[in-house]
């Protein structure tokens, strides 16, 4: 072996690995659904709201790996909407949202009106102490509104 392939250690350095820049932005998600937007990607506020609406889009039952994963509204909505229906779905709406660490529910208003339920909930952003009005509707005919 050779004096220079001895010292080839003392010559190769390697420099620290960069840091990325830090951005402002705690949460970054994916989504095709929105057609406005410039990309792909969700950040913060619509990251939370877009993985709250996908958890209403599962009807109970449907996840394979959780059958009580999921929201009982969707089996509801031809049933008549009486009392016991109501609490039955503001007690499914509190778990949905209480499922997701980020969010913590101040109020929640069920409804029903012709083609369907309508769920009006005041939840808080936890992470930014922010609160904000959802309303959903579940519609026989659309799907969710």
């Known amino acids: 072996m050779s004096d220079l392939e001895k010292n080839l250690y003392k010559r190769v350095t390697v420099s620290p690995k960069a840091t990325p820049a830090k951005s ?20 913060d506020f619509d990251l939370i709201k877009q993985d709250l609406i996908n958890y209403f889009h599962i009807r109970q039952g449907e996840k394979l790996t959780d059958p ?18 109501q609490d039955a779905i503001v007690e499914n ?23 369907g339920i309508s769920v009006e909930c005041s939840i808080i ?3 930014y102490n922010i609160s904000e009005s959802l ?7 659309n799907g969710l509104l």
């Open 24 to 43: 402002g932005r705690a949460y970054k998600g994916f989504s095709t659904i929105n057609d406005n937007a410039k990309g792909f990607s969700l950040y």
């Open 135 to 141: 309303k959903f509707r579940f519609d026989q005919k």
């Open 68 to 85: 009580t994963f999921g929201t009982i509204i969707w089996d509801l909505l031809y049933e008549p909407f009486t009392q016991d229906v």
């Open 93 to 115: 709406v509190t778990k949905i949202v209480n499922y997701d660490p980020r969010l913590g529910v101040n109020s929640i208003v069920v409804d029903s009106y012709e083609q």
């Open 125 to 127: 952003f936890l992470p």
